[in-house]
Structures are given as structure tokens and as C-alpha cells.
């Protein structure tokens, strides 16, 4: 019997001996949440125009298997997904989707969580596709769904950085609580950052991050930072209605600016985190497949 594991295994060792062979490496961060419907989608893609605005290459890879909704708050359709790469031997510039802003968009498909089962061929084949971003792009945002699911989780901590969002709301806080306390059980050790989304004042959104980084720090030994609050916005709500990103239709409404103000905090923060690149992305989420 075929055995996969060992399978994986090779592809992970082949896709290692060549991870340097790209000296310039894209910053990956996934974007995450506990509960659903907390604006990571609407992040994602703002989060991106903007730091298009700032002069970065930026990609979005859609990797959230049930509500895959990049393309609808984006307003474009990206066609194909990555899974056409192996399925119809189409290459990368066929698949991705340009943007507004210069961003260029991926959308995984359903298959990206079953590359697993690839064949060792095709694993090939999508890894040495999509590692010719990381000469293009600077950051590749990754919108991974929500909640604990191991599909998930194979993405949050295979990446650079990690941006969890929540709300004020209380369920959405104990679930971004249970995010952080599988991420340290799947030892992970990305920098995390926490957005608060759809605060009516910006002390609500400090109480929150406080409460959190407090609790990770003192029961999952955790370090995560506060890097923004977004306000409750109507504008963007209009803007989700129009299929617009907010930034475009209403870039000088409020949740804009905060974003753009995220935005700025990642690229001219304190402690720039390491970059693997997202070649070294996918081999860290096999490596996390084969365990
Ligand atoms: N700052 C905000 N102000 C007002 N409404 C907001 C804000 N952020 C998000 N919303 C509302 O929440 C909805 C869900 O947002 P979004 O699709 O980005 O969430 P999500 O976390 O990606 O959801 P899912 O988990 O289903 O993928 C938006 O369509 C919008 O109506
Ligand atoms: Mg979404």
C-alpha cells in the first residue's frame, strides 16, 4: 500500500533543500477568528488595498472552505482556484485574479485542505506554482475561515504573523480566547496580533484587547499585541451591500482609517517578525498534514 505519510514526507524534505532558493521571501499572515462573521473577510481585503497604498505587492489567498467570500466583497470573481493548477494543469498566472489596487487574489478552492492527498506530482506542481509569489509579493494575507477546525488551524500556524479579529460581544471573545488556546496547543509561535472589529468607542475596543492579552498571558503563556480597534461603521455595511471594499467607496469613513491605521502599525511596527516566505507557508502546513 501507498504509504502517504512517507509520501509527504519526501515532498516536505524536497520542498525544504529548495526553500532558499528565493532570496526575496513574501510576509505571510493569516487572518483568523473564533466565531464567524466577524469581519475577517472585510479585513482581509481593506487590510490589503491598503497596504497596496503604502507600495506593497499584496496577494489574498481564500482559503476558507465554507463561506468562501473574497471574491464577493472584492467584486470579482477569480474563476479558477488553485486545486485548476493539478486538475487542468493550468499555471499560476492563469489562475489568480487581479484586484483593485494592483492586489492579486487566489481563492483555494475546496481542494487546498485535502493537498494531502495529492499525489507527490502534483503536490510538486502547486508548491513550485505558487513559491513564484514569493518573488513577486511582499505580504500574502490569508483569509482562513473561522473557528478551531484543523483546517484551519494547519493555516494559522504555518504562518509569519497571525491577526486574530473579534468583537466586543461576549461569545465573540471566548471564542477568539479558544483560537488562542489551540494555537499554543498546536505549539504555535507566530507573532499574534488581535484587531477588536465594530467598537463603538475606541476604550471598548482597549478593554477588550486588555482582557485578552491579559488572559493569554497568564493561562496559555501567550504573547499577543493589540494593533487596532475598527469602529462600528455603516458605511461599511453600504459598501458589503455594493460589493465594494470600504476603502474604495468610502475611503475617508471611519472604519477606513482605522484599517489604514493597522495597516501602518504592520509595516512600520516595532519587532518585524521573520519571513518564510510562502513556499516555506506550504511546507510548514504538509508538515502540519503528515503529523
Ligand atoms: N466595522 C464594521 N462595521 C459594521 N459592520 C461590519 C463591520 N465589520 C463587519 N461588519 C458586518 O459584518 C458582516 C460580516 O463580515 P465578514 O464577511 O467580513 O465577516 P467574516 O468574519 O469574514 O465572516 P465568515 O466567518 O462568515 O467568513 C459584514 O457583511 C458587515 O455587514
Ligand atoms: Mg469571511
Given at each position: ?18 526553500a ?42 481564500d ?8 471574491d464577493?466583497v ?34 483555494g ?19 513550485s ?83 485578552l ?14 494593533i487596532?480597534?475598527i ?5 461599511l455595511?453600504?459598501?458589503?451591500k ?18 489604514e ?31
Amino acid at each position: 500500500m501507498y504509504d502517504q505519510a512517507e509520501k509527504l514526507r519526501q515532498m516536505v524534505q524536497n520542498a525544504k533543500s529548495t526553500a532558499s532558493d528565493h532570496s526575496a521571501k513574501a510576509k505571510v499572515i493569516a487572518i483568523t477568528s473564533g466565531k464567524g462573521g466577524v469581519g475577517k473577510t472585510n479585513f482581509t481585503v481593506n487590510l490589503a488595498i491598503a497596504l497596496a497604498s503604502y507600495g506593497q505587492k499584496v496577494l489574498i489567498i481564500d482559503a476558507d472552505l465554507g463561506t468562501a467570500n473574497v471574491d464577493v466583497v472584492l467584486g470579482r470573481n477569480a474563476g479558477y482556484n488553485l486545486m485548476n493548477i493539478v486538475e487542468e494543469g493550468l499555471s499560476l498566472t492563469e489562475i489568480v485574479a487581479e484586484g483593485p489596487c494592483g492586489i492579486k487574489y487566489l481563492s483555494g478552492g475546496s481542494g487546498i485542505h485535502h493537498l494531502a492527498d495529492l499525489t507527490n506530482y502534483q503536490l510538486h506542481t502547486i508548491i513550485s506554482q505558487i513559491s513564484l509569489f514569493d518573488a513577486w509579493a511582499d505580504i500574502i494575507l490569508i483569509d482562513t475561515g473561522a473557528g478551531l477546525s484543523r483546517n484551519v488551524l494547519n493555516f494559522v500556524v504555518a504562518a509569519d504573523e497571525v491577526i486574530i479579529i473579534t468583537t466586543p460581544e461576549p461569545t465573540a471573545i471566548t471564542d477568539a480566547y479558544a483560537m488562542m488556546k489551540a494555537y499554543t496547543s498546536y505549539q504555535g509561535t507566530a507573532s499574534v496580533k488581535l484587531v477588536v472589529n465594530r467598537v463603538f468607542e475606541e476604550n471598548e475596543g482597549y478593554l477588550v484587547t486588555e482582557k485578552l492579552v491579559n488572559a493569554a498571558m497568564r493561562f496559555l503563556d501567550l504573547s499577543i499585541s493589540g494593533i487596532g480597534v475598527i469602529y462600528e461603521d455603516r458605511n461599511l455595511i453600504k459598501a458589503v451591500k455594493k460589493q465594494e471594499p470600504v476603502l474604495l467607496s468610502y475611503p475617508e469613513s471611519v472604519s477606513s482609517r482605522c484599517i489604514e491605521y493597522i495597516a501602518q502599525r504592520l509595516l512600520y511596527g516595532k519587532n518585524p517578525t521573520y519571513s518564510r516566505g510562502i513556499k516555506g507557508f506550504f511546507t510548514k502546513v504538509l508538515e502540519f498534514w503528515k503529523q
